[in-house]
């Protein structure tokens, strides 16, 4: 954690940040479970792709969470994001800017119909907006 002593995150806070860091780290641990959904696990999966190969499926199975990595793998290969278990460059793109799937498909879709760099940029965040 990086705090800065005697500050606050905002000024309706009582406690300053080391009060409040204190207070976490001297706190119980709760459980963690992280649940994937299919565009988390596919991109997930794509990044352990990117950067393990052959050797994805092990680190998939380190996660916090459950990946069903054959079905992601599944997914990849139907996107052409990746070939064999090695990214395409559109899968390397993908992984590169940390897009999600839909993400993606919305700047390949806006590429392909001609938009202008300005209108994609817009789409992009009114997209955002959204979620």
Known sequence: ????????????MEMTEDEVA?????????????????????????ANITVAGESAKRLND???????????VGK????EFIDGLSPTPTGQAVTRHF?????????LDAIRNGRTPHEIVAEQELADEEL
């Open 99 to 107: 897009l999600s799937p839909d993400d993606a498909f919305r700047l």
């Open 76 to 79: 990849l290969l139907e996107w």
């Open 1 to 12: 954690m990086l705090i800065e002593p005697d500050c606050t995150y905002h000024n309706s």
């Open 62 to 72: 380190r996660m916090l969470g459950e990946i069903d990595t054959q079905r992601a």
């Open 22 to 46: 204190f207070k976490l780290l001297k706190g119980e641990m709760e459980d963690v479970r992280n649940v994937y959904d299919q565009a988390a696990a596919v991109e997930e999966t794509l």
